[in-house]
């Protein structure tokens, strides 16, 4: 005869499961310095010699993620910030000041815990490491848009937008509406604010185009971190073919936020793949702009595809040149995931 558990013995089994799914959970490499080719550092050198300004990524090599910062050149590089916490997702305010990061309330989780909110919240920091806080409680993948008066953000299948100090939260869109289950992730918003480009998960994985004139939205096929060049509707996000299993696509969008069939790397027969990483070392992942839109930096694996413990390395490319001539940044087999770059 079967008889239910009580609350109590029922209690401590999900606890237990619980524990275990976290402690089976592949914890970030911490990692150690790599040294670099001849031939990679001629590369970087070329590329940095006389750029001012700083990057910040978030980076696995004090054994968990934490924000850190160093010139252009690799120079001065130490932490932003420092805890057993998950800190990501950092970005640097328009006016270079501040940084916004995404961090986790328990110790180290993994970045697909970000389709619950309730684990996360977003802080800023000074960019002397000075001023730490909580901006926005229970949040994920928040950025400045681009003047720097507000903030957009996810919380699962809702996206915000709210002031610059977390104050007056704006519900732009819940994509449950438009795929039932679906979440959202990696919101960026057109400088005009009328176009939302998202990465959508659970139930579906897709990114989209959000017009928040017409409330109309548009699937944009697979892929992931899609995001705006400056004072456009082009933009860039990351597809699902390349050489090294991923590449980084580039294309204009139509007024509406519409745009033509993607075809093995080509819309309406023009070619549309932006960077694909010759060589051993390409897949890539993270893409972000610089404020001007001239460079691009990102990271790129050889092997393995975890966002949070695979090997990836920090690259820099000046928009227009070949492939070639992007230089590496980083060396290290921690994981260095999601950089930011300001220049001065």
């Known amino acids: 005869m079967f008889t239910s558990p009580s609350p109590k013995t029922l209690f401590a089994t999900l606890s237990f ?59 001065d590089m130490k932490p932003l910030t420092k805890g057993p916490k998950t800190d990501w997702y950092s970005h640097f305010s328009p006016d ?26 977003t802080w800023v920091i000074n960019t002397d490491g000075t001023g730490e806080k909580l901006l926005i409680p229970k949040s994920t993948w ?14 699962a299948s809702q996206v915000f937008q709210c002031n610059a100090d977390g104050t007056g939260e704006t519900l732009l869109i819940d994509v449950d509406q438009q795929l039932k289950g679906a979440l959202a992730q990696h919101p960026s918003l057109s400088d005009d604010g009328k176009l939302l480009a998202l990465t959508l998960r659970g139930s579906g994985r897709e990114t989209g185009i959000f017009n928040l004139e017409t409330k109309k939205y548009f699937t944009s096929g697979g892929g992931c971190q899609f995001s705006f060049f400056p004072n456009s509707h082009r933009c860039v996000r990351v597809n699902e073919t390349g050489i090294g299993g991923t590449s980084i696509f580039a294309f204009d969008l ?8 993607i075809d093995g790397g080509k819309i309406d027969g023009k070619n549309i793949v932006f960077m694909d990483m010759p060589g051993r070392r390409s897949h890539e992942y993270f893409p972000r702009l610089s404020p001007k839109g001239d460079y691009l930096i990102w990271g790129i694996t050889q092997r393995g595809h975890d966002h949070d413990i695979a090997d990836y390395e920090l690259y820099l490319w000046k928009i227009g040149d070949a492939p070639e001539k992007a230089a590496r940044l980083t060396w290290h087999s921690g994981n260095d995931r999601w950089p930011d770059i300001r220049f001065e």
């Open 254 to 261: 139509k007024a509406d936020g519409t745009h033509g069939k």
């Open 96 to 121: 270079g000041k501040q940084v916004l990061f995404t961090r986790s309330k328990m110790d180290w989780t993994v970045e697909t815990d970000a389709n619950y909110p309730e684990r996360w919240d």
């Open 142 to 155: 928040a950025n400045w848009t681009r003047d720097g008066k507000s903030i957009v953000f996810s919380r």
């Open 17 to 75: 499961a619980a524990a275990l799914a976290v402690a089976t959970r592949a914890e970030p490499p911490k990692g150690k310095p790599v040294e670099p080719e001849k031939d990679e550092v001629t590369i970087s050198q070329a590329l940095t010699k006389g750029l001012k300004g700083k990057i910040i990524w978030s980076t696995s090599r004090d054994g968990n993620h934490d924000i850190y910062i160093m010139n252009i050149d690799g120079s």
